[in-house]
């Protein structure tokens, strides 16, 4: 006897299948990447992001257009007037009379005076000054400078400004103590101190391999940001699909709810990867165009640092394990979460918190590529929603020990296998509940009382 399917009736619960994932899982993945690579959303998207890329990969040149028409501010602090206006003087002479490199009618330093030390250090801090030279006398006569360089100031610009106070130190002993017969000339002590940026966190970086490394952090996280929303929603749109056009009856007449669950995040996982590498090409052609468009558009001795110069192989690794790990785990959340809806227009409503989840992950990526490694960014490169893109940028600065990526790939690994088993459960339960609304209540006691 035929028993018919009432439209609004849940479908009875089955004992949970003990299958194993293959070969159904394999199948199902090849119907999920042959559906999603042969769509007009891939292709869409694809331009899309591929265009993203590479304006992304393009961003040097235009900061090297506003960084023309602009000025590294540091202030010159010391209680000594005469020793200020000399440093200041000297400073400026040196440093924006050629070893800055050309600049046109823009000097690369502007010297500020000022005469409180902790006031000034709180201004770098803050952003309000790029740097600050603190000058002191000692009791002999030798000078003594402090600089404290903030985010915006490389290794390169802090060496600069040790040639400065070099010369500095040598006029004063030439102006002071030469003509009266004092004595010999001593090396002035030079301490560099970052308050953020390049060297504040560990070996320091040279300007141009920190902008790259920076630039490469952009590329990377803009990129696993916005592929990991659109694929999840994938994943999650697909589910919806199945339930509102009654497809997933005889889905799960032919597989398992973890053999669909898994096939279908493995497919649209290829199918992100095969979109991913062609999204890739034309951006790493941008990198690479960058020195020669530099010097086109700025003129001989003005080329842009090649981004490429921080590519190593560690990092190309270190991106694509989180690449893959970050989809995986939003992956099978998003295809939780569309099992517990029916009709695409609610899918909107129920994905916003996932979204905002990894937001929150992405704006915590972007603190990180700033320079800052304080205590909650340095927590949030562990916590396995956040540490594809908080661990990866922090990576791409140089501020990561060995056994800090160790800690954050294995718990967000150790995660994965955690939520696979909880998302599927919620999976069967959805699925299997579909032409009802049950409360959130309801729906948990259903889930738990399947599995046990």
Known sequence: MTHRIEPNAPVAPETPRDEPLLPNAVIVAGREFRERVRSRLFFLSTLFLASLAVLVAFTPIVVRAVDRGSSLRVAV?????????????????????????????VPAFVFERRTDPLATRA??????????????REPGGRLSFTFYSGETVGADRAQLVGVGALAVAILDWTTNSRPTGGPAFQMPRLDLIAAGGPSAGGVPLGGAEFASRRILGIVFVVLVFITTIIYGMWVAAGVVAEKSGRVMELL??????????VGKVVGIGLAGALQFGVVLGPALVA?????????????????????????SPGLTLAFAVFF???????????????SLVSRPEDLQVISLPLSL????GYLQAVLALTGGTAGFIRFASYVPFWSPFVMLTRLSVGRV??????VSVGLLAVTIPIVAA????????GVLLYGQRPSVLAFVRYAFRRAG
């Open 287 to 311: 990198l690479v165009a960058q020195e020669r468009l530099g010097e086109a558009l700025f003129g001989p001795g003005s080329s842009i640092a090649g981004s490429l110069v921080a590519l």
């Open 324 to 338: 893959v790990l970050g989809f995986t785990l939003y992956a099978l959340v998003y295809a939780a979460a569309g």
């Open 357 to 360: 989840i990894a937001i929150a």
């Open 422 to 429: 909880v998302a599927i459960r919620v999976y069967a339960t």
């Open 401 to 406: 020990e060995a056994w800090e990526l160790l």
């Open 123 to 136: 201004e770098v801090e803050d952003l309000r000054l790029d740097a600050a030279l603190l000058v002191e």
């Open 252 to 261: 799960l007449g032919a597989a398992s709810p973890a053999q669909l669950v």
């Open 77 to 105: 602090v010391t209680a000594d007037d005469a020793l200020a206006e000399q440093a200041r003087a000297v400073l400026d002479g040196v440093l924006n009379g050629g070893l800055a490199g050309p600049r046109g009618e």
